[in-house]
């Protein structure tokens, strides 16, 4: 490494924030940028470790080359780290906003001081290599003649797209909504993830040949069987998208939602479109107005959605916000039944959660109780005590007597996961086979469905998971369709990479 007394000189530090009171009154993204010498000076603290757990199965699931990049980035070599980083990320803009950072977890220095800050050295090398004009369309020289249909625009169905065009091939992108990027563009809250950023990537991915189709839904106006004859292959990046649901008595009261009716609307809101307007798109279709504003909100799981939730209640001005989590407390620290590095399961407190929420562990929601008008007035809830297993696991619960009671609640958020991919429609018509939990099935390593010019990758095919994973699933799937096209393949492979770090 650059600096091999690095991580003895310095210790970790990240960027600024602004203040809470300024940055609740936009949707803005609020983390400042290191100055060259802290970027640096960062990037200096990563190890001569010799094994390199944090692209390791525990940790980047894309197996970015951690540490030749923050080598790169202490030497100030910013072409080199950006060449390093985007061969094995062909979207670093978002996962260096959005990534949970499970590499950081399986940081070697992580043993026994705080881990390098790589989520962030991974922002400030793309944006960088904006800034100078590093990133440019990589437009394939010769074309296959191959047509592959990419179904679902978000990480996964891009990630897809971007190789299979790099391969030479002819790629369409089909998106039910009215732009790009899934959950990137309507779900991930602006303050998170500014859209332009999406943008920003999708006109080059444009300028490389992929081809964009908005508001075409397959399986509703667009018919799959037309997909079949006209494309070679099929790539299904759809998501999950059914959420889970929790069905107790008063669920369809006015005032309860799930979180990405919610969070959609926002987003559509901060684009300057109508919130409402769902054009062919959704399933359930919801004709009216989520808005927080002077109201007790209470968003009911503990996850990212939820601390998302948090913050867009308080950005619209909630009277007040409460988090629950069914799951008692997570420790502050590993504990021996979490060892490294593997990803600990401790407490997390959020940006949203520093603007102002009070979050409560073990606790179940009964009942929402209306009003006469049928709208959300009161949640009725119990404290829980939680039994543990002999690997500190928790592993069943029971009710803590005499601790039912009603709170004032007049907005609850349902921000408990997805359980699967929506069936009806496309999936249903196609006749793919799905597994034990609902999701597309497909073999691990070829990611091809029943159907042999079809395959799948992302939440659709793993279930619900992280962007960096779609991404991955997204890279390793364009790999498995240009190896049944071609007879072999040339793209990146993240297990070659690995084998030969390894040699």
């Known amino acids: 490494m650059g600096k091999p007394t690095g991580f003895k000189e310095f210790t970790r530090e990240l960027p600024g924030k602004k203040p809470v009171a300024e940055r609740l009154k936009n949707y ?40 030749d990049f923050n080598d790169a980035v202490y030497r100030k070599s910013w072409r080199e780290a950006y060449d390093i980083l985007t061969s094995t990320n062909n979207f670093p803009e978002f996962t260096g906003r959005i990534c949970p950072a499970p590499c950081e977890s399986a940081c070697v220095l992580g043993i026994n001081q705080p881990a390098v800050t790589i989520e962030e050295i991974e922002r400030h090398i793309i944006e960088i290599a904006f800034e100078k004009g590093f990133v440019q369309p990589r437009k394939p020289n010769i074309r296959t003649g191959k047509k592959i249909a990419v179904i679902g625009s978000g990480p996964a169905g891009m990630a897809a797209a971007a ?26 809250p602006d303050f998170k993830l500014e859209k332009w950023v999406v943008d920003r990537r999708i006109e080059i991915m444009e300028q490389e040949g992929v081809e964009f189709r908005y508001n075409a839904n397959v399986g509703v106006n667009i018919s799959i069987n037309d997909l079949l004859r006209e494309y070679q292959a099929i790539v299904l990046a ?10 107790i008595p008063g669920n369809t009261l006015k005032g309860v939602y799930f ?24 399933s359930n279709i919801l004709k009216e107005e989520i808005k927080a504003t002077g109201k007790n909100v209470v968003v009911i799981g503990g996850g990212d959605t939820g601390s998302d939730c948090v913050g867009t209640s308080n950005r619209h001005g909630a009277a007040s916000v409460t988090q629950f989590e069914l799951m008692p407390k997570p420790p ?20 949203s959660h520093e603007e102002g929420a009070e979050r409560r562990w073990a606790i179940a929601t009964k009942e929402f109780l209306g009003d006469d008008n049928g709208n959300l007035r009161a949640l009725k809830i119990v404290d829980l005590e939680w039994k543990f297993s002999d690997d500190q696991r928790p592993s069943r619960f029971v009710e803590v007597a005499g601790t039912e009671r009603e709170i004032p609640c007049e907005l609850t958020l349902l921000a408990m996961g997805f359980v699967h991919p929506q069936h009806e429609g496309l999936l249903d018509e196609i006749e793919v086979e799905y597994d034990e939990r609902g999701n597309v099935k497909a073999s691990e390593r070829a990611y091809q469905t029943n159907i042999p010019k079809v395959f799948t990758a992302g939440d659709m095919r793993r279930g619900q998971s992280l962007v960096v994973w779609a991404i991955s699933e997204g890279r390793e799937c364009a790999r498995k369709v240009d190896e049944f096209l071609m007879g072999s393949s040339l793209l990146e492979s993240k297990d070659a990479s690995l084998v030969s770090l390894a040699i």
Not at 170 to 183: M, Q
Not at 332 to 351: A, C, E, H, N, Q
Request: aromatic share 8%; hydrophobic share 35%; glycine share 8%.
């Open 238 to 247: 759809g998501g999950s998208t059914k959420p889970r649901d929790l069905p």
């Open 163 to 188: 190789q299979l065009n790099y391969a030479g091939h002819l790629v369409t992108v089909f998106e039910r909504d009215d732009a790009a990027g899934g959950l990137l563009r309507y779900g991930i």
């Open 259 to 282: 979180a990405m009716q919610f969070l959609k609307q926002q987003n559509k809101r901060n684009a300057n479109k109508n919130p409402l307007a769902n054009a062919l798109i959704e």
């Open 332 to 351: 502050d620290d590993r504990t021996p039944f979490m060892p490294w590095p593997t990803y600990p399961l401790i407490l997390k407190t959020s940006s």
């Open 28 to 67: 803005n993204e609020f983390i400042d940028r290191f100055s060259e010498p802290n970027l640096v000076q960062q990037a200096s603290r990563c190890m001569n470790c010799g094994v390199p757990f944090c692209h390791s199965h525990n940790g980047c699931p894309l197996g970015n080359l951690i540490p």
